[in-house]
């Protein structure tokens, strides 16, 4: 009698291609290794525990004069999670300091750009530029900024993206396609970073003399 499961059986952990696993009952086993029971080369023995390192010291313990191996899933799986929480920090940290150092660039370069341009802005403001319009150039000059940079920037990372895709196609098999979520959130923290420089910049050039701004050399 034969049948189908949709639980895998403990001790099977995957089938490959061209491989076949067959299940029988104790009876059926014994009867067809009744003439190769001395071919073949050994045994594996599979056990739940729920403290899987005692149980592992106390079959150490009793049986330290055999060949007798014990594979613990629980501690490799214990090893490979301590692994991936290293090297989760080491990423995240990495990306975080990237992350903050870009941050700093942006206002730094912008802050700069719009201290030079502090002449410029007071000969705008004496010839009638009001403060609603001053502000409305601000903003379109954040949406180019932003839009410039997404246009150098996406292409750039989408193509760092291919490669590294080709790169892991030895090891690892998956189709490649776009994080199209976490694309629209970089894309809408450019236009708040970039929207934030800006006007923490003009703060600070609204509190400017127009006479002072006007007189001002820039070198």
């Known amino acids: 009698m034969a049948g189908l499961t949709s639980e895998i059986p403990m001790g099977i952990s995957s089938v490959y291609l061209g491989n076949l696993i067959v299940i029988v009952a104790d009876e059926t086993f014994d009867e067809l290794t009744v003439s190769i029971d001395e071919a073949m080369p050994g045994h594996t023995l599979y056990l739940t525990s729920e403290d899987p390192l005692a149980t592992q010291s106390v079959i150490e313990e009793s049986d330290s004069s ?24 080491f990423t995240y940290g990495f990306i975080t300091l990237i992350t903050l150092i870009s941050v700093a660039n942006i206002f730094n370069t912008i802050s700069t750009s719009i201290a030079l341009r502090k002449r410029e802005f007071a000969m705008l403001k004496s010839v009638g530029m009001t403060p609603k319009s001053f502000n409305k150039m601000i903003r379109y000059e954040s949406i180019f900024y932003g839009m410039k940079s997404l246009l150098y920037g996406l292409p750039l990372s989408i ?26 959130y970089v894309v809408i923290a450019v236009f ?28």
């Not at 594979?71 to 999670?81: I, K, P, S």
């Not at 760092?160 to 976490?182: A, D, G």
């Open 159 to 184: 193509g760092v993206m291919y490669l590294i895709y080709r790169t892991t196609q030895n090891s690892f098999s998956y189709t490649f396609t776009l994080p199209w979520l976490h694309i629209m």
């Open 66 to 89: 055999s060949n007798l191996s014990v594979y613990n899933y629980y501690q490799v799986r214990q090893q490979e999670t301590q692994m991936m929480t290293v090297l989760s920090v």
């Open 192 to 219: 708040i970073i970039v929207g934030s420089a800006m006007f923490y910049s003009m703060s600070k050039v609204k509190k400017e003399n127009i006479i002072d701004a006007l007189k001002q050399e820039n070198v």
